[in-house]
């Protein structure tokens, strides 16, 4: 329970009370339950959907009012740091340079344009799916928000971090178990949430190898460009990987 509430603390704003004293390095031994966080994350989304479609609202407005509930219950971690994280692509030099730029608090061209076409994707995504089937969406987005904050954790265990402070270095050591557990726990709530659905074996392949390659993708350039990852590349992969199952979903 303790490392449930640590992981709730960090990755949404909800009002959660730590039961121990624990500090921020524990956050490392906690981060098997970011797959479980993701149905928190996903509850007011989820509510702003369904009070749309009692009122017969269309299906961009539930899409963007689903999407604005899952950015403010979250404090806008994850869109911050995919902003920031393209800020610092952006920036000339080397390293040190860039992760000076992801550091800085205004937002530069690069991050402000690549927040504003994944918020779009999202939301068209969403606003596709629940055109074709609001149930669908429902379980599209759950999905999604597991995969997301799945996604985070084998990076933020194997991959080295790019400064001798911030929050991905003060997290910790990520065990093994911790990765495995988080795993287990992804699937199994991935094939749980999705299990009423009428998908076949090659939508599951698509959204594995999209995944899969916007992980690889933004793991390749940051160990090129800064040298490990941060707590923006970590909110960069999770915001992707939701993305991608979005996108995939709504095809």
Partial sequence: IDDFDLAAGWLTRYPIRFRSRAPVRALGSAVWAFPLVAVLVAAPALLALVIVQRAEGGALLGAAL?????????????????????????????????????????????????????????????????????????????AAMVVGRTAMVPVLAWM?????????????????????????????????????????????????????????SIVRRARRTLGGQTGDVLGAISLSAETAVLVIWSL
Avoid at 81 to 107: H, I, N, T, V, Y
Avoid at 128 to 135: F, G, L
Avoid at 184 to 205: D, I, K, M, P, Q
């Fill in 160 to 216: 080295p971090p790019a400064r001798t402070d911030g929050a991905a270095k003060g997290a910790g050591q990520v065990t093994d178990r911790s990765v495995f557990i988080a795993l287990v726990l992804g699937t199994l709530l991935f094939r749980v949430t999705t299990h009423s659905c009428e998908y076949n074996a090659w939508a599951t392949l698509w959204m594995i190898l999209a995944v899969g390659l916007v992980v690889w």
């Fill in 66 to 142: 689903a999407v604005a509930a899952a950015v403010w219950i979250t404090g806008a971690l994850h869109e911050d740091g995919f902003a920031d994280f393209l800020d610092g692509q952006g920036a000339r030099g080397g390293p040190a340079e860039r992760l000076k730029a992801m550091r800085d608090s205004q937002l530069g061209t690069y991050g402000g344009i690549g927040l504003m076409l994944i918020l779009l994707v999202r939301v068209g995504a969403l606003a596709s799916m629940i055109d074709a089937d609001p149930r669908h969406a429902v379980i599209g987005l759950v």
